[in-house]
Every structure is written in C-alpha cells, then in structure tokens.
C-alpha cells in the first residue's frame, strides 16, 4: 500500500471530529495513557480480578467512549474505542476476528449510507482513523501475537505502534527495543501509519517533522493521572524511589509528541488516508465480488473491477452534474421571474405617471 504524494502536516482549521482506537494487553497501559490524553478519568481502570474467576475466558470487548477536547483553539469531537480483554486468552483468534469485524463494519455503514437517494443527515461517521497497538516492554522483539494483530489491523485502520510503560526499561534498553521493532516491522512487511513523505511533493519542514516523527517509532509512552509540583509548578508524573519521570518532558516520553501528531499535526492527514486510502481499497474489494444465487462469492477480474470503478465514479459524476444543472436552471427561472416582476413594476410606473401627468394637464385648462 503506498502513502505517497499526499500533503502532510496540515493543521486543522476548525471543530472535527476523530476517532481513536487503543488496543493492548491489560496492563500495558492503554487506560491510563487515553486518561492522560483526555486530562480526565475517560476510562476506568481495571478491577482486580476475583480470584475465583481469574481462569475465566471473557474476550475481547469493544468499547467507545466520546469526549470534547481542544487543541490549538481547535474543537474536537473525540470517540476513544477500547478493548479492553484483547490477549487475555491463550487463543485470541477471536479477538482478532472482533476488531476486524468492527472495523469493517464501520465501512460497511459509509457504503451503505452512499448508496441511498436520500442520506440521513444525522448519519455519523465512525470510522477508525488510527489505531494504537500497545506493545508490552519485554525489551526483547515483537511477539507472534503483536505481528500477526497488526499484519491483519493493518489493511484496514492507521496502525500506530506504541511501547506502554515505556519507564520500566533503561534508556539504552528503549533504544534497543525500538530498534528490534522496526526491523521485525520491516521484515515482516507490516504496513503501519509510519508518517509518510514524498521528497519531491511535500516541502522541506513537512519532510523534517515526518522525518523526525519517523525516527521514533515506535513511541516510548509514559502516562500518568496524578500531578506532583516540580520548582512551583503542578506537572503530571510519576514518582519512583530512583526519582521522577515527567509524561510531557520529551527528555523522558514521547507522549506529548504523539499527543500533538495525533490531535493537530496529523489529524487531517490520518482522516484522509482513511478516506482515500483505506476505506476506498475496501470499497472496492466490496464491489469486485457479486454474489450467485449459491450463495458463493466470485470474483470480478482485475479489467472489469477497473471498469467497475470508472463507471461508478462517472455515475457519481453524472449525478452531481445533473444537480448543479438543476440549480442553475432554478435561478435562472428565478432571475427571469424577477426580471418579468421589475418589468411588470416599471409599466404600471410609467402607466401612473402618464394618468398623474394628464391628470395635471386637464387641471390647468380648467383654470
């Protein structure tokens, strides 16, 4: 899948709406981080587990969750979709199968919405458009699970990988660990949101932020809901016999970096790809099979999906044509009604100013 030749880096001008999904391990850190986001309790924390259940198998379960947020000046509507039960179970099969499902179902709702004469005007958009995969620091290499859940995430949502409690490895350990992921991601082909650029289309500072966003991959999280006064000053971290780590200090986290890729710099260009990119690769994936009265999917050849496409784009095209026909045909008839309307108003104009002048003319002979 390529990224490339896209603009990147643009801010966001005015009230959006985003959507977040994090998925991870309990006790990653996946709950605390989405509280630490949001600078309120968005999520509860897990309950320790009673002990007489702790061998029960609940699995995965979806859960959004909607908050308002501001950014620069900018409000955002923000849907946060946790799982929380995701790798609890020895077989997460079906984890994998929930979330793919939920993703696709999203999509499904676009294309069906698309496909009505009359869209609903209170139809909301819920679409994924990045997904955080929280990667447990074990210090070592993506485990089985990790790679198969985002090979399979991948070709649906913008998968962003994220180390959580990234402060219970040493700096040298983290830089290692980095490392290692990157080159499994690479190896196995793994097609995350890794902040693309083209050196020919996007301009030197886009290059450079991408470029330097590429770098830390996968971000190092450290979250944190309670403040401690550091010098004078109430600053959100976490205190250790050893000393203090600071959430939004880019000397200790990445977190205050992600924060800001995700709600300003990169918002408009995640929503995009998810637009552009993933949903119409879906779309078209939907629409390549027609389904036989056996109930067997068959699919269409690569030249006739490519028709396909064409003409549904024409069709589209057709329509919005005839739309903008149909205005200007109305304002033209509105434009000739006003016009025959002043016509109409300057004949009885000229009509009341002939009787008023041969009404004047008539006076003066009597006198």
Known sequence: MSFA???????????????????????????????????????????????????????????????????????????????PGFGDNIDNEFAFQEIVGYLERQYDDILAEESRI?????????????????????????????????????????????IGKADSLTPSELRGFKKRIMEDIEHYDIPIYNFPYDVEEDDEDTIQDNSE???????????SEEEVEIDGQAVRARIYPWGIVEVDNPKHSDFSTLRRALLSTHLTDLKSLTHDVLYETYRTEKLSRTVHSDGHDQSILPEELATQ????????????????????????????????????????????????????????YRD
Not at 213 to 223: Q, S, W, Y
């Open 5 to 83: 030749g896209r603009r990147r880096g643009n801010k966001v001008k005015k009230g959006v709406q985003f959507t977040l999904m994090v998925v991870g391990a309990s006790g990653t850190g996946r709950t605390t981080f989405v509280n630490t986001l949001c600078e309120s309790e968005v999520l509860a924390h897990k309950i320790s587990d009673d002990p007489e259940r702790a061998h029960v198998e609940e699995g995965v379960r979806i859960k959004p969750a909607n908050v308002e947020l501001e950014e620069d000046g900018v409000r955002i509507a923000l849907t946060i979709v946790d799982t």
């Open 118 to 162: 009359k869209r609903n005007p209170r139809f909301r958009d819920n679409r994924i458009h990045a997904l955080l995969y929280f990667i447990p620091p074990t210090g070592h290499s993506l485990r089985e699970m990790d790679i198969e859940l985002m090979r399979r995430l991948s070709p649906r949502v913008n998968v962003i990988p994220v």
């Open 213 to 223: 966003l590429r770098g830390l991959l996968p971000f190092a999280i450290i979250g």
């Open 309 to 364: 496409s064409v003409r549904l784009k024409e069709e589209q095209l057709r329509r919005e044509e005839e739309k903008l026909r149909e205005i200007e045909l109305k304002v033209q008839r509105e434009i000739q009604e006003k016009r025959q309307e002043l016509l109409a108003k300057e004949e009885s104009l000229r009509n009341l100013e002939s009787r008023l002048a041969a009404q004047g003319s008539s006076g003066d």
